[in-house]
């Protein structure tokens, strides 16, 4: 796949040279390609690779740029442990919950088409819903809707950790949930919950009569041009990609999940993307506005998405499919073999992105957490990344950690 953006031949001079004066980039690794000062770029890649160190992750890339031409991209590591591939910044990768990112933007466009109320309860959408006729479509979209996730179901995680290759449908995950008696009454309080944007995905297909799919490719992938991200089918992830590395189910070692079926995160974190698509879809999500400046949703209804709403941890608000995270606008995601970061700093006019390729979290949390607060720790001191460990919903489905997606 060939990268869409192109340095200019004097950028490529002081990338030739801040190589040079930085070290030696990582054996086997591709050439870093940024435009940054030779020092800051070398204080980066030694807080990347001691983070790599500290959470024995197998690869990472890095992304961080500044509107002002500030760019820093790396890749460190392996993609795959069996042939020693180096990890690559064009391969592609699972992104866990970042797709609720975009379930709830193809909601956010049926509203500004007059299609869907934000206040109308999901009831007049979505029949059968308990409690539908009192749940309104933004108490689903900013985690306040009481339903219990079907991700915490016991009969679901043992069935899925005895066969992680099966496929799920939206209404097997709903009906999963939908045993379960509310967990608070709609609004009371912030939970995150997995069934909320499965029921958002159902409620798109149900109003425009379309797959959510088909209508993620026309509504929000193509005007934002994501030509590498898509909802897959099943268990598919497009070539060339990072393999990810989970201890689910592999008796304390590592195994590769690469070939799971996501299908039980659907709307909530089956798609797959690139850094480069990351990169757009942050700045998009936080302005609402495509690349070329023409808007995606309205004015009114960007405004209504960045309404945070206390998440009960410091630092944290919850809006419309998306957080605030120390002054961060964006999304975290996880799912076995994988995690992510894609969000935009406005206050810097900067973009983060962070690819993982595992989700052996140890005592740490979060493995793309531990990369994106080293990272910005040096890049944004004012604004760090850091989601505290009660904040992270647990991103790989066993008795102790039950949510297998943020």
Do not use: C
């Amino acid at each position: 796949m060939s990268r869409h953006r192109a340095l200019p031949a004097l950028a490529a001079l002081s990338l030739l040279l801040a190589a040079l004066l930085a070290g030696p980039a990582p054996a086997a690794a591709p050439p870093p390609r940024d435009v940054i000062d030779p020092a800051t770029a070398q204080r980066l890649d030694e807080a990347v690779r001691d983070a790599m160190a500290e959470g024995d992750i197998p690869g990472v890339t890095v992304g961080l740029w500044k509107d002002d031409g500030w760019a820093y991209e790396r890749s460190f590591g392996t993609s795959d442990t069996a042939t020693g591939a180096p990890m690559n910044a064009d391969l592609h990768t699972r992104i866990g919950s970042v797709t609720k990112t975009f379930t709830v933007t193809a909601v956010l466009r049926l509203v500004d088409q007059g299609a869907v109320a934000l206040d109308a309860p999901i009831g007049r959408y979505v029949a059968g819903v308990p409690g539908g006729d009192r749940i309104t479509v933004r108490q689903l979209a900013d985690m306040r809707s009481g339903l219990h996730s079907y991700t915490e179901d016991p009969a679901f995680l043992a069935a899925y950790q005895k066969d992680p290759h099966g496929s799920w449908t939206p209404r097997q995950l709903l009906d999963i949930a939908f045993k379960h008696p509310a967990d608070f009454p709609p609004g009371a309080r912030w939970e995150y919950s997995n069934t909320n944007t499965v029921l958002l995905g159902v409620l798109v297909e149900k109003v425009t009569g379309r797959t959510l799919a088909a209508y993620l490719q026309d509504e929000v992938l193509r005007p934002a041009g994501l030509a590498d991200t898509v909802l897959p089918a099943g268990a598919t992830i497009p070539s060339p990609y990072a393999h990810g590395y989970t201890d689910l189910g592999g008796g304390g070692k590592p195994t590769d999940a690469s070939g799971w079926n996501p299908s039980w995160a659907w709307a909530a974190g089956a798609m797959t993307s690139t850094l480069d698509d990351l990169h757009t879809w942050a700045g998009v999500l936080a302005r609402g506005k495509l690349p070329d400046g023409t808007l995606l949703l309205s004015p009114g209804t960007q405004i209504d998405r960045l309404v945070m709403l206390p998440t009960g941890y410091p630092g944290v608000g919850y809006g419309l499919g998306l957080a605030d995270v120390n002054g961060w606008l964006g999304h975290n995601g996880e799912l076995p073999g994988y995690e992510t970061i894609a969000a935009r700093l406005p206050q810097e006019d900067a973009v983060l992105v962070v690819i993982v390729n595992s989700d052996i979290d140890g005592d740490h949390g979060n493995l793309a957490t531990l990369v994106g607060k080293a990272v910005t720790q040096v890049a944004t001191p004012a604004h760090v990344w850091s989601l505290p460990s009660a904040a992270q919903p647990n991103g790989t489905p066993s008795p102790a950690q039950p949510s297998p997606s943020r």
